[in-house]
């Protein structure tokens, strides 16, 4: 894979229901793999039994206050009235949510249909649903109250001309006794040269402190960026952790966390993103390039 001659004009085209109904079907058929099925309609089965879950209760509700006020004989014609149409409107949710529930369902395939166009243009795959083992790093560790899926995945295999190389969503909900909170990260990721070994580095955007659990001892601290790495890994972390990688990870337009563990070297951005952003795309294309000349020259 060669970031300088990825194709992202597909990304600039308006993709249209029929398109997104195509890939959809495609992934019904297998095309993807069996978790990118099994995820077909999925949001639209939950709304549905939703709707009907909610809009059943709430109807059985007024029907039974409405019947014990018409025994005791204490509503109107016009009361009655007013009773129906509540009930009508308390009753709508079986038929709305299971809508909101298609439309949100066309949505995921409407964004997976440029990546697959993308994909097929550059050399890459498509996983609209992941089945491949979680990557190593902070946003793919699974532990207690984390629910993790990753989604919308390109990936290009090692070749000659480059490593794996790999982009896509990860999101997972944190949850505790009282609530639960939604974390969703669009995130590349590239293999680093194995020979060299890489002891774990992270890098946050913004100036954070110097002793963080769970993180190696700091190696330096600025307005853009903190990077902490052990001192079997500072050497590393100096010629990987360019002037210009920092520049790129610390944009005040979007800034994005990155760590190398395990032999990967992993960007994601601290809050949402787009998978069809080719902005986004652009700049982590440009992550890829950095990360893959540093370790160049560092052979």
Known sequence: MTPEHVDLSVLDRRTTREEAVTVREMARRGAFGEPSAQSVGEGRRTAGLLGIVVGVFLGLICLVTLVVQLVGGSVDRGELVVWLVLTAVLVSPAFLLPLLGRASDL??????????????????????????????????????????????????????????????????????????????????????????????????PGRHDGIRQGYPPLASRSPDGTLYAGSESGDHAQRLFTDDLLGLLADRTGPMAAEVVDGWFLAWTVGDGSPTDQRLWRRQLAIVTTVLAAELAGR
Do not use: K
């Not at 697959?116 to 550059?122: F, S």
């Open 107 to 204: 949505r995921m395939w409407r964004r997976c249909a440029p990546l697959l166009e993308l994909a097929r243009a550059n050399g890459a795959q498509l996983e609209p649903v992941s089945s491949r083992p979680a990557l190593p790093g902070r946003i793919f560790g699974v532990g207690i109250g984390r629910v993790p899926t990753t989604t919308e995945r390109v990936a290009w295999p090692a070749t000659e001309a480059g490593p794996e190389v790999e982009t896509g969503t990860r999101t997972y909900v944190v949850s505790s006794s009282s609530s639960s909170t939604t974390h969703r990260h669009r995130y590349v990721a590239v293999r680093l040269d194995a020979a060299q070994g890489s002891p774990r580095i992270v890098f946050e």
